[in-house]
């Protein structure tokens, strides 16, 4: 039976090999379905030759296999058979049981929209062997910050900018508004392409599983790689602590759309990247003691930034038209954004930005109560948790250019009342605090929030 054409009925996954190619600069990553045929993605790290320098050959190898085998989610996720096959030298019990985390958690909510159950099914196999320490590879002092096209990677620019480290912007894909806020920037640039196997498109239209993936852990890989190759020892993410909070908890298991962007991931792949890849590589998040909201309140000066910005997903989709405009005024993401910067822009300057008032329309009530954790859970989306959104509306309600606005207005009416003694400080929630992996040099960059 033809996996492509069946993909449920697939029984094994295979991560068949990785190859890389330095004449072209594009790396090779092969899986397959049982006996069917090769899905090959590929990763384009420069627009030229690109040799692995000397000296790093082990540490590029390790890392490679690290994106072949996270970078497969994507295509496991079309069958989530029963049975894991990866060729070459074993897995020991630690990178095994790194993936499993990884596969698990970062299809938590794949598998809820789908109603799966995966736990006790990934099992990545492996043996008892040690794996050897990784080495110290002398990587130049320079940081490689990836760009969203959304308001946290440019805060991290500025934040980096100011403690005057040495930096590139990189990000992953082709997409424009990306490029622009990059441009804006001023900073050297690095774009890396990925280009997914047209073969999984076409397990989608026979029926494949298909749902959300882990993208920052795949990135993450990538930009291992890319350090490797291109000299950098260390990667900048902006993922900040509101996104290691679930959205539910079902059946015991904690669904967060956000994983690969929570401190647990953080946690655990920098450990690895460290041990196995390259131990003079640094992985972390810039802004992981803070809020969404403290992100929005260093956003808000940044005026250089404010028509060039887009959290709004769908200007990141892989298939179909992109809209129009930056904000599409419907989503989530555009909802949530609204709302965490209108507590410290001029409303006529937040209006401008998005084209309309998203707080004056009655419409979007549901949408702004999933957005406080009123009677639904937080959207799967890359949202702040509750407690912020209840912070920002609760402050605006004392404002007289916001408090008319018609959800404002019945958040002060019907939902304010029900929330007496509930913590609704947004000076509280726009300081730094909390676990960080922030390297000594950077400690104090959160110096005027404290």
């Known amino acids: 039976m033809n996996p492509i054409e069946h993909p449920r009925a697939a029984q094994t996954f295979h991560f068949v090999r990785a190859d890389y190619d330095a004449a072209t600069a594009r790396a090779a990553l092969v899986y397959r379905f049982d006996d069917g045929p090769e899905l090959v993605e590929t990763i384009r790290f420069a627009e030229a030759a690109l040799a692995i320098p000397e000296g790093r050959e082990a540490a590029f190898a390790a890392a490679l296999r690290l994106l072949h085998l996270i970078a497969g989610i994507s295509y496991y996720k079309a069958a989530v058979p029963e049975r894991i096959a990866v060729a070459g030298v074993p ?33 990545f196999p492996h043996d008892a062997h040690a794996a050897a320490a990784a080495p110290r590879l002398g990587l130049p002092r320079r940081t490689l910050v990836p760009i969203g096209g959304g308001k946290d990677s440019l805060v991290t620019v500025e934040l980096l900018r100011a403690a005057r480290e040495p930096m590139t912007a990189t990000w992953v894909g082709r997409s424009p508004l990306i490029a622009a806020c990059v441009e804006r920037s001023g900073l050297p640039a690095l774009n890396i392409d990925r280009q997914i196997s047209p073969l999984l498109f076409e397990m989608n239209r026979h029926g494949a599983w298909n749902g959300h993936i882990p993208v920052t852990a795949i990135n993450s890989a990538i930009l291992v790689c890319a350090a490797v190759l291109h000299g950098f020892d260390a990667i900048a993410f902006s993922n900040e602590r509101s996104a290691s909070s679930a959205n539910l908890v079902h059946d015991g298991f904690a669904v967060n759309h956000q994983w690969s962007k929570g401190i647990d991931f953080e946690r655990a792949f920098r450990t690895h990247v460290a041990t196995r890849v390259a131990a003079d590589l640094d992985y972390f998040s810039a802004l992981r003691p803070l809020s969404e909201l403290a992100v929005t309140r260093l956003f808000a000066p940044l005026a250089q930034y404010h028509d060039v910005f887009s959290s709004c997903n769908r200007n990141f989709r892989i298939l179909g038209d992109q809209p129009a405009e930056r904000w599409c005024g419907h989503c989530p993401k555009c909802h949530f954004v609204f709302l965490a910067l209108s507590p410290f822009l001029p409303k006529t300057r937040l209006v401008a930005i998005f084209g309309r008032n998203l707080l004056d329309d009655g419409a979007l009530a549901a949408d702004f109560d999933a957005l406080l954790e009123v009677g639904a859970h937080k959207p799967f989306e890359c949202v702040g948790e509750g407690r912020e959104s209840r912070a920002a509306l609760a402050a605006l309600a004392e404002r007289a250019e916001w408090r008319e606005d018609a959800l404002v207005a019945r958040f002060r009416e019907r939902i304010l009342p029900m929330l007496e003694g509930r913590d609704l400080d947004l000076a509280a929630l726009t300081t730094a605090d909390g676990p960080h992996f922030l390297p000594p040099r950077l400690a104090r960059i959160f110096d005027a929030l404290r």
């Open 91 to 123: 897995l020991d019990a630690a990178f095994a049981h790194l993936l499993d985390d990884i596969y698990l958690h970062g299809l938590g909510e794949f598998a809820h929209r789908n109603g799966l159950d995966l736990r006790g099914r990934i099992r």
